[in-house]
DNA sequence: TAGGCCATCTGGTCCT
DNA sequence: AGGACCAGATGGCCTA
């Protein structure tokens, strides 16, 4: 069990800042293996990834072959693998997604917006638009800044301090492809992504 | 109640 | 072979 996974799985998920929907709260959250369960015997101690049924009375944990999906699914060669590895593949996977959603998160710590316990959480969208719409906005702003003070150099008005290195301060920003729009222009408005 | 958002499971594909 | 990545499917929660 990695260090994560526990608190995921645990009461407190939902104490977890950020985290909108805690997965004891969602359907479909892992499997419920009954403490007498052949597998959960022969898998060895359950790790809190693969078996959690320690989870919330409330959720609905079902054997695969018995879900809704399980049984939707055609019985293909994959689908016959060992269910301990079928596990592991789906604690990585959770495991991955909950990666994602930690760099999500500290995106969103970066990035201007309201952040306020009042203020509903932005969605992943709406996080990555407004990111991308930030980070042109900076290289607009370096951009315009680097003309004026390339203009009043050209003046004579200003002159640097000694030491200060202009080349090496205003270096070269990669320009995209396409001119940076605005961010009201933007059709991207990530306000309205959520 | 519909729609948005999300977490999770799952099978496929690609890479090491 | 195993892991990472991806996209589709599914179902729960929340809000207008």
Redesign the pocket.
Known sequence: MDSNSGS?YSNETSQVPG???P?G???????YFPPSSTLAVSAGPPSDENC?GHLSP?N?FQD?SQ????S??PL????RQGKTV?L???????R???DL?DALDELRAVIPYAHSPSVRKL????TLLLAKNYILMQANALEELRRIITYIQAQGTMTMPPGFDLQATMLPVQQPDTPPPTLSSNQSNPSS??
């Open positions: 995921y985290r909108r929907t997965l709260s969602v359907g479909l959250g892992g499997f959690p409330n609905r695969p879900s809704s999906m399980g939707l699914q293909t060669k994959k689908n079928r592991n593949i789906n604690a990585r996977e959770r991955r997604m909950h959603n969605s992943k969208i709406a992504a959520s």
